[in-house]
C-alpha cells in the first residue's frame, strides 16, 4: 500500500470518527440499552471486521435497523432486573454470531435470497418511520411509549406539555447535518454534537426541561457466558435467527453495492465469519449486536478510503476520543442525538427505491405489506408477514398452470409458442407442449389435468405428444406421481409420449419411476425421456433417433 492510500485511509477513518460516535450512542438509546453498549459494539465491529473482512468500504459498527429489532426482540421477552435484561441481550448477541459462524461454515451466504428484494426495501422504508416516530417523546419532552399505531396518539394527546425548546434544537440541528452532508469530509456528526454541548451550556438547557444524556460507565467486564435458562436460550435462539437474517441482509447488500459500484470481488462466506466473530465478540463485551450499515459505509467511501485500514484508524480516533472526552458525552442534549439518528436513517425514507416496483407494476404489494406490517405489527412480527406475503403469492403465481402449445418456425429446428408466432406450424399428428412454470407440488396435478385437457381436445388425430419440461430444474415426489399418472393416461389413449427439456436430476428420477413405461408390452419403444432439446424429442418419437 502507498504512503498515499494510508493517508487517505487515515483522513477517512478520522472523518466518520466523528459519525461513528455520536450514532453509537443514539443506537444505545433505540435499543433501550445504556450508550456504552453502542460504544462497546463500535469497537468490536471495527477491529473484528477490519481484521477479517473483504470489503474495503464497510464499516461494521451498531446499526438503528439492528437496534430498532433489537428493542422489539428484547421487548417480547419476560421482564426481569436491569441485570437479567442486560445477560438476556448478550445472549441474543451472541446466537446471532452463532448464526452467522453456522452459515459460514455451511457456505450459505446466499441465504438473504429468501427475502425478496421488495420485502427488504418495503422493510427499511416502514423501519425508518419507525425510528424516527419512536425519536419523537425524547424531542418533545413526554412519555408515550408503544408502537407506532400507540405512540403516534399518545403524542397528540399530550400536544399540550410538549417542549418546544427541544424540538427546536433538533430542528437547528437536523438542518445544520443536511448542510453538512454536502462536505463529505467533515465530520458532521462531531461538530454538531460540539455545538448542542456548547448550546446545552450556554442557554441552560436542562432548565428549559431538555434532557442531557447522562453520565456514562464505560467499564468493561470480563467477557462471559450469560447465565440463562434453557427456555430463555430457546426464545433467544427464535429471535437470534431473524436478527441475523435482517443484519446479513443489510451488511451483504451494503458490502454489494459498493463492490459493484468499483468492480471489487465479493466474498459472502469471509465475510459471514468476520461478522459472526464481531457479533459473539460483542456478546460476550455485553455490546450491541453489529452489521454494515449503508449509511456508515457510504461516509467512508466518500471519505475517500481506499482499504480496510480506515476502519480501524476510526476505532484507534474513537478510542482517543472515548478515553480523553467521555465526560462531555454525557453533555449531549438528547433532541439533538434524536436528529443524527433521524438524519442516519433519513436516506432510507427516500421513495426513489421504491418507485420501479410501482413503474414496473410488480411486486407493489409486497413494498407496501412490508410498510404496513412494520408499522402495525412491529418490527419483527411486521417482516415474518411481509416474508410469509411474498412466499403465498409466489405460490399463488406458480400454482396456475400455464401451458403453451408449440410449433415449427419454418425450415428451422425452432419450436416456438403458436400464439406468439403465426409463422409458426403445428406438426401433423403431433401435440407439442411446454409447461410455463416449474412442476411441483401445488400446480402438479392441475398443470397435467390442463394437459389432458388439451389432449382430448384434439381427438384421434393426435397420435404423439411432446411435454417440454425445460423450467423444472428438479421434480418432487408429487410431480413424479402427476406424470406417471398422466403417462399412463396418454398410454391408455394410444398416444406416445416424450418428456422433453429433462434436466439431469429430474430425468435421473423419472427413469426410476417410469422405468415400466419406457417399453411397451410388444417390446416396443414406449415413452421416451430427452434431456436434449424438443426437436431431438419428436425425432425420437418418429423413430429416427434413438433414446438417450
Known sequence: ??????????????????????????????????????ILALF???????????????IVSAT??????????????PGGTPGHRLMLTAGLVLLTGAFFLLAWLARLGSITEFIAK?????????????IIVKQLPGVLGVQAPGDVPHLLPALAAAAGRWNW???????????????????QRWPAGLIVIALGIAAGQWLDLPRHGVALVGAIDLALAMPALPRLTQAEWTRLAELAFALALILYAES????????????????????????????VVAGLIQAMPVGAGYSATSANEAAGATSRLAG????????????????????????????????????????????????????RLLVLAAIAGVLLFGVLDGLLVAIAISLLLMLRRLSRPSLSILGRLGDSHDYVKLALYPAARAQPGMLILRLDEPLFFVNAERSLHLARAMLEA?????????????????????SVEALRDFAGFARRQGVRLALARLKEPACDVLRLALRDLLLRQDGAPGLVLSELSVAEAVRQLDGEGQEK
Open 118 to 130: 421488495p420485502v427488504l426495501r418495503g422493510f427499511s422504508f416502514g423501519l425508518a418511520i419507525v
Open 312 to 363: 480501524l484508524v476510526a476505532a484507534a480516533v474513537v478510542g482517543a476520543i472515548v478515553l480523553t472526552m467521555l465526560p462531555l458525552v454525557a453533555l449531549i442534549p438528547v433532541p439533538v442525538l434524536a436528529a443524527i439518528v433521524i438524519h442516519a436513517v433519513s436516506h432510507t425514507l427516500n421513495p426513489v427505491a421504491l418507485r420501479p416496483y410501482f413503474a414496473w407494476r410488480r411486486d
Open 252 to 279: 451483504y447488500g451494503a458490502i454489494r453495492s459498493f463492490a459493484l459500484k468499483h468492480g471489487d470481488a465479493v466474498a459472502p462466506e469471509r465475510d459471514l465469519l468476520a461478522l459472526g466473530v464481531a457479533n
Open 64 to 77: 438503528s435497523s439492528s437496534a430498532a429489532v433489537l428493542a422489539a426482540a428484547m421487548a417480547s421477552m
Open 165 to 183: 425548546s427541544g424540538a427546536a434544537l433538533c430542528a437547528a440541528a437536523l438542518l445544520l447535518l443536511f448542510l453538512l452532508r454536502r462536505q
Open 44 to 58: 468490536a465491529g471495527l477491529l473484528c471486521y477490519g481484521l477479517l473482512g473483504t470489503s474495503r468500504f464497510a
Open 458 to 478: 384434439h381427438g384421434a388425430q393426435v397420435g404423439k405428444l411432446v411435454l417440454s419440461l425445460e423450467e423444472s430444474p428438479d421434480l418432487d415426489g408429487s
Open 1 to 38: 500500500m502507498s504512503s498515499t492510500s494510508r493517508w487517505q485511509d487515515a483522513s477517512a477513518g478520522l472523518s466518520i470518527a466523528g459519525l461513528l460516535l455520536p450514532e453509537a450512542v443514539a443506537y444505545a438509546g433505540i435499543g433501550n440499552l445504556a450508550p456504552q453498549a453502542g
